[in-house]
């Protein structure tokens, strides 16, 4: 009535095989990049905190400055 043969089974496992691999690969390479832009990021972080300052409260006008530079309050 369906007309089911051990071909038209054996086309479908394979169809769902391909499929089920194709997405495993996929998955697989999506993880290596995830980790290839982690140790780029980890590699570039101490050149980007050279770069940072810390900043305190002046403590007379509760401004914002770099630690230790020279801030007048007016």
């Known amino acids: ?3 089911f043969s051990i071909m038209k089974i054996l086309f479908t496992i394979a169809v769902v095989v ?4 194709g ?5 697989r390479r999506e993880a290596v990049a995830e980790v290839r832009a982690k140790k780029s ?4 972080s101490p ?12 403590p007379d006008c509760g401004a914002y400055i770099a630690k230790g530079s020279d801030h007048r309050c007016t």
């Open 18 to 21: 391909v499929v089920w691999q």
């Open 23 to 27: 997405f495993k690969w996929l998955k």
């Open 41 to 44: 990021l980890n590699r570039e």
């Open 1 to 3: 009535m369906f007309g």
């Open 47 to 58: 050149s980007a905190r050279d770069d940072v300052e810390e900043m305190v409260p002046c």
